[in-house]
């Protein structure tokens, strides 16, 4: 879910899937989401991601993981390149997504019909401070109306 969220960047997009993770979710039940929230990477300054180094068939392949900011928030453009060797490109791929801070993915998701609603740095720990772009979406969906 977190690697689909971001690409959420139409307003009308983003409800219609808090409505539709609310329709699915059992009263009180929990939401869990772990996901890059960029507004952290526009506000540091650097547009790169870690750097990542993997075999395929024996041969080390590179990831390269960076966005673009565009001038208007909340827009990102986020590039992906593969390469092989020193000077081999194998992919690139970019796609728009969503630059969401923290405290805007609280807020809208509190918006939208969830309770309890806690954005954290650590997946096993929904009070742990986020400090960068890897965030923790912890939410309770509404209990039923009881009289």
Same mark, same amino acid.
């Given at each position: ?6 690409q ?33 990477r ?14 395929h ?13 565009t ?13 092989k ?5 194998v992919?690139?791929? #970019?796609?728009? #997504? ?8 609280r807020?809208?998701?509190?918006a ?7 954005? #954290? ?27």
């Amino acid at each position: 879910m977190g690697n689909v969220w971001p690409q959420l960047t139409d307003e009308a997009d983003i409800d219609a899937a808090i409505a539709g993770i609310l329709s699915v979710l059992r009263p009180g039940g929990r939401l869990v989401m772990g996901l890059k929230a960029f507004e952290a990477r526009r506000e540091s300054g650097n547009p790169y991601m870690p750097l990542m180094r993997r075999e395929h068939e024996g041969e080390p392949i590179w990831f390269i993981r960076f966005v673009d900011f565009t001038p208007t928030p909340p827009i990102v453009e986020m590039h992906m390149i593969v390469a092989k060797g020193e000077d081999q490109c194998v992919l690139h791929r #970019s796609g728009r #997504s969503r630059s969401w801070s923290a405290e805007e993915l609280r807020l809208r998701l509190l918006a939208g019909g969830f309770d309890e609603v806690k954005v #954290s740095g650590k997946l096993g720990d929904p009070d742990n401070v986020p400090t960068g772009e890897d965030v923790f979406v912890h939410a309770r969906g509404p209990m039923p109306y009881r009289e």
